[in-house]
C-alpha cells in the first residue's frame, strides 16, 4: 500500500510559478512510474505530466509542455512537478498517482495510487 501526500498548491498570479511535491509512504516508489494529473471544478480529471520509475522517460500533455517539469528523488521517495508561466486556464486540484509499473501511460485508469490533491489557483 502506497500514501501519496501532495503540497505546494497556493494562489499565485499569471505568470508566476509553483512547485508542487508528492511525497510517498508505506513503500519505495523507485519502481513505480508516477504521474500528475488535475482537476477543474465540473470537469474530469486530467493528465499532466508522467515520468518513469528511472526517470529516463518523461511525457507531457500538450498545453503544459514547456512551462512545467516533472521530477522524481527516488531516495527521497518524493515527485515533483514545477509550474512556471502560470496561466489562469491552469487552475485545478492537483493530484498525484502512482502505476505500479516502470513506464508511463496517461490513462488515469493505469494508476493504482492516488493523492488527495492540491490546490492551484491563477488569477488574472
Known amino acids: 500500500q502506497v500514501q501519496l501526500v501532495e503540497s505546494g498548491g497556493g494562489l499565485v498570479q499569471a505568470g508566476g510559478s509553483l512547485r508542487l511535491s508528492c511525497a510517498a509512504a508505506?513503500?519505495?516508489?523507485?519502481?513505480?512510474?508516477m504521474a500528475w494529473f488535475r482537476q477543474a471544478p465540473g470537469k474530469e480529471r486530467k493528465f499532466v505530466a508522467a515520468?518513469?520509475?528511472?526517470?529516463?522517460?518523461?511525457k507531457y500533455t500538450d498545453s503544459v509542455r514547456g512551462r512545467f517539469t516533472i521530477s522524481r528523488d527516488n531516495a527521497k521517495n518524493t515527485v515533483y512537478l514545477h509550474m512556471s508561466t502560470l496561466k489562469p486556464e491552469d487552475t485545478a486540484v492537483y493530484l498525484c498517482a502512482a502505476r505500479t509499473e516502470p513506464y508511463v501511460l496517461e490513462y488515469k485508469s493505469e494508476y493504482r495510487y492516488w493523492g488527495q490533491g492540491t490546490q492551484v489557483t491563477v488569477s488574472s
Open positions: 508505506g513503500r519505495t516508489i523507485g519502481t513505480y512510474a
Open positions: 515520468i518513469s520509475s528511472s526517470g529516463d522517460y518523461i
